[in-house]
């Protein structure tokens, strides 16, 4: 069965009832893995033959819904033209029609039949997740260098904590009293560019995929007024061009996550 079987099924209103992000992605998993469609509680069931799912331990059940969604975007990115969508992703094709393009510092080789970082397959599904969602927009609009908060994006709300908790309160904590040196390791590995703010102890602008700039304003803590150190993330205007909220967080969450790496 086709997601899309599926997906013609639901209200189509990423109400998150069932416990996907969205409908699509409900779908996906009931065709791939066989999840109880009768999770999604809006769902037209007349003529479907539901098969049940198969038993699955806790752990095993993200994963397999990861997969599913991954086998569903290679399906969907393997109808683009990928020399045609290259420049407005930011990417370059080279003459056997690879994308490439730069992901957090790193280089990537996109392919309809695989993705490579660095040189290597390319295996955690939540990369390959969001490299999938980054070409499939196809592009969009150039940044616009227009900063904003987590919370001015529209249906944002259920994701600011999100950001806050796997981010911003990671990253501050491992920036607060850096050197210097330590800084500009930062920003050569991530290919950052410090940008000038007088309001702030540093302000990085992070090129997370070349059409995904994210900035990141940090406060160092100062002990005597009782101020913790503190980060905020911001995105760019037209940010939703090219991911959705979903992906988005994860973005943010892969930048902590990495530049805690980098500071050991």
Not at 82 to 94: D, E, Q
Not at 175 to 196: C, K
Request: proline share 7%; glycine share 4%; aromatic share 6%.
């Amino acid at each position: 069965m086709h997601p899309f079987d599926i997906l013609k099924r639901t209200p189509k209103t990423n109400c998150s009832q069932c416990g996907h992000p969205t409908c699509l992605a409900f779908a996906a998993a009931v065709a791939k893995t066989g999840e109880d469609a009768r999770r999604c509680p809006f769902i037209n069931l007349d003529g479907l033959e539901i098969v049940a799912p198969q038993a699955a331990t806790l752990e095993e059940i993200p994963r397999k819904q990861d997969l599913a969604l991954i086998e569903h975007l290679k399906e969907k990115t393997a109808a683009l033209d990928l020399n045609a969508i290259a420049a407005p992703l930011g990417a370059t094709a080279n003459s056997e029609g690879i994308l490439l393009f730069r992901y957090l510092g790193r280089q990537v080789h996109f392919s309809k039949k695989e993705i490579r970082l660095d040189g290597e397959q390319l295996v955690d599904p939540r990369d390959q997740i969001l490299l999938y969602n980054y070409v499939f927009s196809s592009g969009g609009r150039r940044p616009a260098n227009d900063w904003i908060g987590m919370e001015s994006l529209p249906n944002s709300i259920s994701k600011i904590k999100t950001l806050t908790r796997y981010c911003e309160e990671k990253l501050a904590p491992c920036l607060a009293g850096r050197a210097p040196e330590a800084v500009q390791n930062i920003v050569r590995r991530l290919e950052a560019v410090v940008e000038p703010d007088p309001s702030a102890t540093l302000a990085l602008t992070v090129p997370v995929l070349p059409m995904i700039p994210e900035r990141i304003i940090f406060w160092d803590a100062e002990p005597e007024d009782g101020f913790p150190a503190r980060v905020k993330v911001l995105f760019d205007r037209h940010v939703l061009d090219f991911l959705d909220l979903e992906s988005l967080v994860f973005t943010a969450e892969r930048m902590a996550e990495y530049i805690i790496e980098i500071s050991g």
